[in-house]
């Protein structure tokens, strides 16, 4: 399984949203605001046809998880995935495999933010009617992949994405 450059991206946007609102940790909103931040994606682009302002959605976002202080990029090294930031780029890797798709993308990302029950974002997203079933299938090249080495190769993808210095990741 590959991770798309635009996956890539949105991690490294969810570190720095992690870091400017004040968490060591990224977790499902930090992701969530790193998809907005990238704003060129299926995921935007499918809230937008819903009707959902993503400047509106990252204030109100922003509003609720924002620390009184940021993290100094001094201490970008110390940012890592979270719990709950796991399991969403955990799930978001294996609904690209499930859907058979050559690698996981925005779209991925989006629908496993939603199925993170406690998370501000998935929150905002009921609000307004939606959840995993509406962003469908991610679209791309399509290649069937085996579910058991899909699920080795995201044990090293994730391991990476803790393990990494440079934030970035390029399969």
């Known amino acids: 399984m590959k991770i798309s450059e635009e996956f890539d991206a949105i991690v490294g946007f969810a570190r720095e949203e992690a870091m400017r609102t004040g968490s060591y940790s990224i977790e499902a909103d930090h992701l969530f605001l790193g998809i907005l931040r990238h704003g060129s994606n299926a995921a935007v682009e499918a809230l937008k046809a819903r009707g959902i302002d993503a400047a509106e959605c990252k204030a109100e976002i922003d509003s609720q998880i924002f620390h009184e202080h940021s993290i100094p990029y001094s201490n970008e090294d110390d940012i890592r995935l979270g719990r709950e930031g796991s399991n969403t780029v955990s799930l978001a890797i294996a609904d690209a495999i499930a859907e ?72």
């Open 100 to 171: 058979g798709a050559g690698e996981a993308g925005a779209i991925n990302l989006m629908k496993a933010v939603c199925k993170q029950e406690s998370s501000r974002s998935s929150e905002y997203l009921r609000k307004h009617g939606l959840c995993s079933r509406d962003f469908g299938k991610a679209t791309g090249d399509k290649q069937k992949v085996n579910m058991e080495t899909g699920m080795k190769e995201m044990a090293i993808l994730l391991s990476t994405f803790n393990s990494n210095s440079n934030k970035n990741i390029v399969s």
